[in-house]
């Protein structure tokens, strides 16, 4: 039996985050420079966002570029902006075809004019579909994000626009870049590393976390599969005890 199969499609996490890791160390084991990973990487990315939307997920958000990434070798940046660039282009069609969207998140305005292009047009061209919304992290932080939302509320409360009192946690939500998004109900890392690395730090408060030691080139759907599975059996208590859960209202 497939492990799609074993998927409660009643407990699906609506919204799964990735951090996609590893393509560098991939490419070593193979002989190849780092770059090669990444190529190997975007196979992934298409057979996890098929995946996903088999599985009935609404977002995936796949952090593609961090904000820190900007200071890899700029032959590396390079390749990575034209993978970028190439991949969505080419990839545009099939998200049509299989009815995803595609949104950003990030300072987008600081990648190369090309790439930001070809990323509006996509956005543009994939709009209207319904089905699971791919949500790429463009040269993204968590704490960029974070600071531009201060400095916007500050410069509120500054001209009079808004009082102090009226800020909540659903006022800061709004100034984020994954406004209207739900948060991600389970995050996933690829590489047996065991960090965050500057993503999504407010929308990850009550995330479930799923390590694995697989690299992201090798990362399929059936290993998203598991992922779920493995999320499906966690207990998600947001500060409650077990007790309170199983109890009756
Ligand atoms: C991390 O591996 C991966 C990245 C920084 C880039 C991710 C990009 C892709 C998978 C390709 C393009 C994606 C899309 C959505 C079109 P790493 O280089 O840090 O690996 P390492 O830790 O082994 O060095």
Known sequence: MSQLQLIDKQNVPQH???????NGRWAKQQGENRIFG????????????????????????????????????KEEVDALMELLVSTISMETPQLNKKNVSLQAIGNLNSLP????????ESIEMTSKNTGLKLILALS????WELTEAVKHIAENV?????????ISEKLI???LCTKGIPDPELMIRT???????NFLLWQLAYAE????????????KDDLFTAILNYQNRERRFGKTSEQLTQPK
């Not at 004019?113 to 509006?120: D, F, G, I, S, Y």
């Not at 590489?191 to 690395?197: M, N, Q, T, V």
């Open 16 to 22: 799964i985050a990735i951090i996609m890791d590893g």
């Open 38 to 73: 990444h190529y190997e990487g975007v196979n992934s990315v298409r057979d996890v966002v098929e995946g996903a939307g088999e599985a009935g997920v609404k977002y995936i958000t796949l952090y593609a570029f961090s904000t820190e990434n900007w200071n890899r070798p």
């Open 113 to 120: 004019p090309a790439c930001l292009q070809e990323l509006n």
């Open 140 to 143: 993204y932080s968590a704490k």
């Open 158 to 166: 500054k001209n009079g626009t808004l009082a102090v009192k009226d």
């Open 173 to 175: 939500e709004n100034e």
């Open 191 to 197: 590489s047996g590393e065991h960090r965050i690395s």
């Open 209 to 220: 976390f799923y390590f694995t030691e697989k690299l992201w080139p090798e990362f399929r």
